[in-house]
């Protein structure tokens, strides 16, 4: 079956440093992805999408890039924060409406 | 505009028992889906409805369910509780039009089975 997986579950960064959060997906028709940051406590809070039209989006701080030739995801965070210590998940759309499968999702944690 | 919603944020319930779940989406939202999060499963799709209808459902037991009111609130039930179905029962909901939508989430319920 379709699968998202992430390459690293924990990822332990300096503050001030960029960050670099990886995820594989199976599906090659996927068409839609994104990213969440989960705290402890909540449930998962959007940062950035991508089309699969795609291959690179920026937000603030935030940059996700598509390789669908070897289906790979990738979440930057510049300049990494204390606030950014959380898990982070990638999410990929298969077909239409809102059925998404998530990665087993990665722990950043950034070190004062 | 209010977030998605979540009644109650925890619970705790015996095996055998039932539950039932609430969620209200974000005002002028028409999809609401369901997921499951454990530690060792990680997110699972559960089900979505859109228009009081199913549209879409996960690799569950028929002991889960859900529905959709016509205002767009959501409930999922959970029968003959197991200590497996302890877990953050998380909705997400967005306009539900059908295209490249961004899904928000809810801050879960959190169900103990004991």
Same mark, same amino acid.
């Given at each position: 079956?379709?699968?998202v997986?992430?390459?690293?579950?924990t990822?332990?960064?300096q503050?001030?440093?960029?960050s670099?959060i990886?995820?594989?997906?199976s599906?090659?028709a996927?068409d839609y992805?994104i990213? #969440?940051?989960?705290e402890?406590g909540? +449930?998962?809070q959007?940062?950035?999408?991508?089309?699969?039209?795609m291959?690179?989006?920026? +937000?603030?701080?935030?940059t996700?890039?598509?390789n669908?030739?070897?289906?790979h995801?990738?979440l930057?965070?510049?300049a990494?924060q204390?606030?950014?210590?959380?898990? #982070?998940?990638?999410?990929e759309?298969? +077909?239409?409406?809102?059925?998404?499968?998530? +990665?087993?999702?990665t722990?950043?944690n950034?070190k004062p | 505009k209010?977030g998605?919603?979540?009644?109650?944020?925890y619970?705790?319930?015996?095996?055998g028992?039932?539950?039932?779940? @609430?969620?209200?989406?974000i005002?002028g939202?028409? @999809?609401?889906?369901?997921?499951?999060?454990?530690?060792?499963?990680g997110?699972q799709?559960? /089900?979505e409805?859109f228009?009081?209808?199913q549209r879409?459902?996960?690799? /569950?037991?028929?002991?889960?369910?859900?529905?959709?009111?016509s205002?767009s609130?959501?409930?999922?039930?959970?029968s003959?509780?197991e200590?497996?179905? @302890?877990?953050?029962?998380?909705?997400? @909901?967005?306009p539900?039009?059908?295209a490249?939508e961004t899904?928000?989430?809810?801050?879960g319920?959190?169900?103990?089975?004991?």
């Amino acid at each position: 079956g379709e699968s998202v997986g992430l390459h690293l579950p924990t990822l332990s960064v300096q503050e001030g440093d960029n960050s670099i959060i990886n995820c594989a997906y199976s599906n090659s028709a996927s068409d839609y992805f994104i990213w #969440y940051k989960q705290e402890s406590g909540k +449930g998962p809070q959007f940062i950035i999408d991508i089309r699969s039209n795609m291959d690179k989006r920026q +937000g603030q701080r935030v940059t996700v890039l598509l390789n669908k030739t070897v289906k790979h995801l990738s979440l930057q965070i510049a300049a990494t924060q204390p606030g950014d210590s959380a898990v #982070y998940f990638c999410a990929e759309r298969i +077909g239409n409406f809102n059925k998404f499968y998530f +990665g087993s999702g990665t722990k950043l944690n950034v070190k004062p | 505009k209010a977030g998605v919603t979540q009644t109650p944020r925890y619970l705790i319930k015996t095996r055998g028992q039932q539950v039932t779940l @609430s969620c209200s989406p974000i005002s002028g939202h028409r @999809s609401v889906s369901w997921y499951q999060q454990t530690p060792g499963q990680g997110l699972q799709f559960l /089900f979505e409805y859109f228009s009081e209808t199913q549209r879409n459902k996960g690799n /569950f037991p028929g002991r889960f369910s859900g529905r959709q009111f016509s205002n767009s609130r959501s409930e999922m039930n959970v029968s003959t509780l197991e200590l497996g179905d @302890s877990a953050l029962y998380l909705c997400a @909901s967005t306009p539900g039009g059908g295209a490249q939508e961004t899904q928000y989430f809810g801050p879960g319920t959190r169900l103990l089975v004991l």
